[in-house]
């Protein structure tokens, strides 16, 4: 059994010694250390959110108003953080949901490699968007014991998004993720007024370079040349999944499939009737739809409909109090997307690395202080304050 609170005493012995740890203890001084860091047009993509980011503000704040009440005398001494996803044993209830630029935000550029690797070391699940800088198969699907998870942007080209299934699940993937927020990018000003987004985009679209199908839809432009990067977008982007596909979706591979972006309880109970294997609740950060509810409060009505079906969660963890909070709230594995992208920039795999271990050394001590041994024990144990 993994102890992250050891990781945690270690380096604040260490501290106590006077050698200064290499790298910050909180998102506050993560993203601060990544912002002079980063180039302006990639913190701005990185950092930024839809309209005036009011439901990205909301999802970080509305984690305060959850809380827990902590128990004496039955101190938890030993802890098992542990869960089961889809078979799988996981030895952390954490992941790290998929970043279309991770290639990028590197500073060797290889930044999905460097997930991958950090992934390896921790047993924390890299999910790999589909905008990646190497194509799938160089990313690897799962290193050691840790699997990893393929994120899809569903190609309106049914063949393109075949190809694109089965290229994951033959790359050792072993989840296949279905987008749905993202069918159209959201208003994003930082991106629109003062980034220079368009210039992003060409690092993080090897996945249809390298694909045959997507290389013979290209080769009938007769403007390839100059629209490559805008067919590969209009590819994915514009054109929206009906419920009607899902028989279709279910029937490209025999992975489980996970939907991410729901945050209505009758479209997760539609989903899983229609076979779906895992429910993803997120309103992806901010980014999408703004003005609506932060993805914490929506989660526990999602999550009660799900029964048995796994309860994927992200948007707005900032800390392992968030995550022990999200877990209490019904999820069952818990994402991150900018709290590990900052660690990406300050220092590749292990700055990732270093900011996975604080979460969980921090998650870990919660459950410990406040006398919850396993996950199973916090489930319901939270009030809204
Ligand atoms: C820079 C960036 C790129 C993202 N790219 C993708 C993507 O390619 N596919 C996807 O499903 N979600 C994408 N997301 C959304 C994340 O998977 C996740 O839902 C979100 O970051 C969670 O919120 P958090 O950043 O507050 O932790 C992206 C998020 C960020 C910040
Ligand atoms: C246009 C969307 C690109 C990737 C993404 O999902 C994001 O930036 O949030």
Redesign the pocket.
């Known amino acids: 059994m993994a102890d992250y609170t050891s990781f945690n005493l270690e380096q604040y012995v260490r501290g106590l010694d006077g050698h200064l740890p290499e790298f910050p203890f909180s998102f506050a001084e993560w993203e601060e250390k990544a912002t002079t860091l980063m180039s302006t047009s990639l913190l701005h993509?990185?950092?930024?959110g839809s309209g005036d980011q009011h439901t990205?503000t909301n999802?970080?704040e509305a984690f305060h108003h959850w809380g827990m009440t902590p128990r004496m005398l039955a101190a938890a001494t030993e802890r098992d953080l542990s869960i089961e996803l889809f078979g799988m044993k996981l030895p952390t209830p954490l992941f790290m949901?998929?970043?279309?630029?991770?290639g990028i935000?590197d500073r060797d550029n290889d930044g999905e490699r460097a997930c991958a690797r950090a992934a390896a070391a921790t047993g924390v699940p890299f999910?790999a968007?589909?905008?990646t800088q190497v194509p799938m198969e160089k990313i690897p699907g799962s290193l050691g014991e840790t699997p990893g998870f393929f994120?899809l942007?569903t190609p309106s080209d049914k063949q393109l998004a075949e190809s694109f299934i089965s290229r994951a699940e033959a790359a050792g993937f072993k989840a296949l993720?279905v987008?749905l927020?993202?069918w159209m990018p959201g208003y994003r000003p930082r991106d629109l007024v003062r980034s220079n987004f368009p210039q992003l985009r060409g690092w993080?679209l090897a996945n249809y370079f390298s694909d045959q199908r997507f290389l013979d839809i290209l080769g009938q432009d007769p403007d390839k040349d100059v629209r490559a990067t805008a067919r590969a977008f209009a590819s994915v982007f514009g054109k929206s999944l009906g419920w009607e596909d899902l028989g279709w979706l279910r029937g490209t591979t025999k992975l489980p499939i996970v939907l991410?972006?729901i945050c209505h309880p009758d479209d997760a109970k539609r989903a899983i009737d229609a076979g779906i294997d895992g429910i993803?609740v997120?309103?992806?950060?901010?980014?999408q739809a703004n003005g609506g509810r932060a993805?914490i409060d929506m989660l526990p009505e999602v999550a009660e409909v799900c029964g048995d079906t796994p309860v994927l969660f992200?948007?707005?963890?900032?800390s392992g109090v968030d995550v022990v909070k999200a877990l209490a709230l019904g999820a069952t594995a818990v994402?991150?997307?900018?709290?590990y992208?900052y660690g990406l920039a300050i220092g590749g795999a292990a700055g990732v690395e270093h900011v996975l271990r604080c979460l969980l050394a921090e998650a870990e001590i919660q459950m410990a202080i406040d006398g919850r041994a396993d996950i199973a024990s916090l489930r319901g144990d939270i009030q809204r304050i």
């Open positions: 993509y990185v950092a930024g990205q999802n970080v949901a998929p970043i279309g630029v991770t935000i999910c968007s589909t905008l994120q942007y993720v987008t927020d993202t993080c991410k972006g993803y997120s309103n992806h950060g901010g980014r993805a992200d948007s707005g963890v900032r994402g991150i997307g900018r709290p992208s």
